[in-house]
């Protein structure tokens, strides 16, 4: 099997490559093909990604490229992990909304749409290409945020594509770690949109066991998450980390103010990990990789296209996958984030449990301002990235979303055709 990594020349490519080892037995891939326009990146991530695989005896062979269609060509699944822009970018999504009083942040608010504006237009015209060389049924794997509205570019699009976000994993393996469980014998109940996500069960044997969690573990699980131990005691819930920018908004753009751009911190952590994996006598994954982000990125890609390409029984994933009927409060083009049977054939959501509207409210609105940021990101138009902002609730104020507009557009004028036109 051949699988092929789009932004493969990043600094997380490792983190996939050592997933790949770990699963030799049940994910038969004899190929990687690690794509990416920059030769620098390729040439060190691509030999210490053979390295990884040698040291632990795995047989994949790992090619690089920057050709785009040689490297999709006969791929059965095809990741995306794309950064428009690069850390630049991200520095500005972090940072021109805070002049505002708003979240700078590179996946929500007026920094999430700037970030979709930019990558939307390249992902569909990656996607285009490959299915040119590649047909129709190769399945794409998106991990490029905002993870939730490119999803819904590609769907819409008609491209065969499943959203993947590590939210879900990250917070399994927190909460198996404090309960002395294997993973795998703990299951969530995970409801809500990319980056706006609520575990309402923690499932143990049959068994809910998040009454007695947040009753014995509030205050540890809650320093995970950086929110408040009173906001899960009130709500009975697990929020996602991304939460806090919803329920300690004023907290964290005062704290962003003070402290350096996760953008910078990322860029020297880049340059610490690839000197690392310059080194030929690095064999094993850093533990440095820990500090880029992306926890468990790795398992639940690998175990995605397993069950995507494996032709087995359908297994149970939390995935971006298109609504229909499962949030009934929602249209059934959005894309919602729930735990799905995935197989061959794709991925089917699960049954949701009715959903209140502290939860609903929320999740509502924002998929109203998603579907408004895809119309920007495909149409371009500076009035309709204002309208995407007014929409925003952590914007949602005319006079804010004017200044927004106008400051994003200037921002990201060099990765905008239209702003220039």
Same mark, same amino acid.
């Given at each position: 099997?051949?699988?092929?990594?789009?932004?493969?020349?990043?600094?997380?490519?490792?983190? %996939?490559?050592? =997933?790949?080892? =770990?699963?030799?037995?049940? &994910?038969?891939?004899?190929?990687?093909?690690?794509?990416?326009?920059?030769?620098?990146?390729?040439?060190?991530?691509?030999?210490?990604?053979?390295?990884?695989?040698?040291?632990?005896?795995?047989?994949?062979?790992?090619?690089?490229?920057?050709? %785009?269609?040689? !490297?999709?060509?006969?791929?059965?699944?095809?990741?995306?992990?794309?950064?428009?822009?690069?850390?630049?970018?991200?520095?500005?999504?972090?940072?021109?909304?805070?002049?505002?009083?708003?979240? !700078?942040?590179? /996946?929500?608010?007026?920094?999430?749409?700037?970030?979709?504006?930019?990558?939307?237009?390249?992902? &569909?015209?990656?996607?285009?290409? +490959?299915?040119?060389? /590649?047909? @129709?049924?190769?399945?794409?794997?998106?991990? /490029?945020?905002? +993870?939730?509205?490119?999803?819904?570019?590609?769907?819409?699009?008609?491209?065969?594509?499943?959203? %993947?976000?590590?939210?879900?994993?990250?917070?399994?393996?927190?909460?198996? =770690?404090? #309960?002395?469980?294997?993973?795998?014998?703990?299951?969530?109940?995970?409801?809500?949109?990319?980056?706006?996500?609520?575990?309402?069960?923690?499932?143990?044997?049959?068994?809910?066991?998040?009454?007695?969690?947040?009753?014995?573990?509030?205050?540890?699980?809650?320093?995970? $998450?950086?929110? @408040?131990?009173?906001?899960?005691?009130?709500?009975?819930? $697990?929020?996602? *980390?991304?939460?806090?920018?919803?329920?300690?908004?004023?907290?964290?753009?005062?704290?962003?103010?003070?402290?350096?751009?996760?953008?910078?911190?990322?860029?020297?952590?880049?340059?610490?990990?690839?000197?690392? *994996?310059?080194?030929?006598?690095?064999?094993?994954?850093?533990?440095?990789?820990?500090?880029?982000? !992306?926890? *468990? *990125?790795?398992?639940?890609?690998?175990?995605?296209?397993?069950?995507?390409?494996? =032709?087995?029984?359908?297994?149970?994933?939390?995935?971006?996958?298109?609504? !229909?009927?499962?949030?009934?409060?929602? @249209?059934?083009?959005?894309?919602?984030?729930?735990?799905?049977?995935?197989? /061959?054939?794709?991925?089917?959501?699960?049954?949701?449990?009715?959903? @209140?509207?502290?939860?609903?409210?929320?999740?509502?609105?924002?998929?109203?301002?998603?579907?408004?940021?895809?119309?920007?990101?495909?149409?371009?138009?500076?009035?309709?990235?204002?309208?995407?902002?007014?929409?925003?609730?952590?914007?949602?104020?005319?006079?804010?979303?004017?200044?927004?507009?106008?400051? $994003?557009?200037?921002?990201?004028?060099?990765? #905008?055709?239209?702003?220039?036109?």
């Amino acid at each position: 099997m051949k699988l092929t990594v789009v932004g493969g020349g990043s600094t997380y490519t490792p983190e %996939l490559i050592d =997933g790949i080892a =770990g699963r030799r037995t049940s &994910l038969k891939v004899d190929e990687i093909v690690l794509v990416d326009p920059d030769h620098d990146r390729l040439s060190v991530v691509g030999p210490f990604s053979q390295r990884l695989l040698d040291h632990a005896g795995h047989p994949a062979r790992v090619r690089t490229t920057s050709n %785009l269609e040689e !490297g999709a060509e006969g791929a059965s699944a095809v990741l995306f992990q794309l950064r428009v822009g690069g850390q630049a970018a991200r520095r500005s999504d972090e940072t021109f909304p805070l002049d505002c009083g708003c979240l !700078g942040q590179e /996946t929500t608010g007026a920094g999430g749409l700037a970030k979709a504006l930019r990558t939307v237009p390249v992902v &569909l015209d990656i996607a285009e290409r +490959v299915r040119a060389v /590649t047909g @129709p049924d190769t399945w794409i794997v998106n991990f /490029t945020n905002p +993870v939730g509205i490119v999803t819904r570019a590609l769907l819409e699009a008609g491209h065969r594509a499943v959203g %993947l976000c590590n939210v879900a994993i990250t917070l399994q393996r927190l909460v198996s =770690g404090i #309960l002395g469980r294997d993973p795998q014998e703990v299951k969530l109940d995970h409801v809500g949109l990319n980056h706006l996500t609520w575990t309402r069960q923690v499932l143990v044997d049959g068994r809910d066991v998040l009454p007695q969690l947040i009753a014995d573990h509030a205050d540890e699980i809650a320093a995970d $998450l950086e929110l @408040p131990a009173d906001v899960l005691r009130r709500l009975g819930v $697990l929020p996602s *980390y991304y939460l806090k920018y919803f329920y300690s908004h004023d907290e964290i753009v005062a704290k962003q103010r003070d402290e350096r751009p996760r953008a910078d911190v990322v860029t020297d952590v880049e340059h610490e990990l690839m000197k690392i *994996y310059s080194d030929e006598n690095v064999v094993t994954k850093p533990k440095e990789l820990a500090e880029r982000g !992306g926890a *468990y *990125y790795s398992e639940a890609a690998i175990q995605l296209v397993h069950a995507l390409t494996g =032709g087995g029984d359908a297994e149970e994933h939390v995935v971006n996958v298109r609504n !229909g009927s499962t949030l009934p409060f929602l @249209p059934s083009d959005a894309v919602i984030e729930v735990p799905s049977t995935v197989d /061959t054939n794709g991925a089917v959501p699960l049954p949701v449990a009715e959903v @209140p509207p502290e939860f609903s409210g929320l999740i509502a609105h924002v998929t109203a301002y998603e579907q408004l940021a895809l119309k920007a990101a495909v149409h371009g138009g500076r009035d309709r990235v204002a309208d995407a902002l007014l929409a925003h609730p952590l914007v949602g104020q005319f006079t804010l979303a004017e200044k927004l507009a106008d400051d $994003l557009v200037a921002e990201n004028r060099d990765h #905008l055709p239209w702003a220039t036109s």
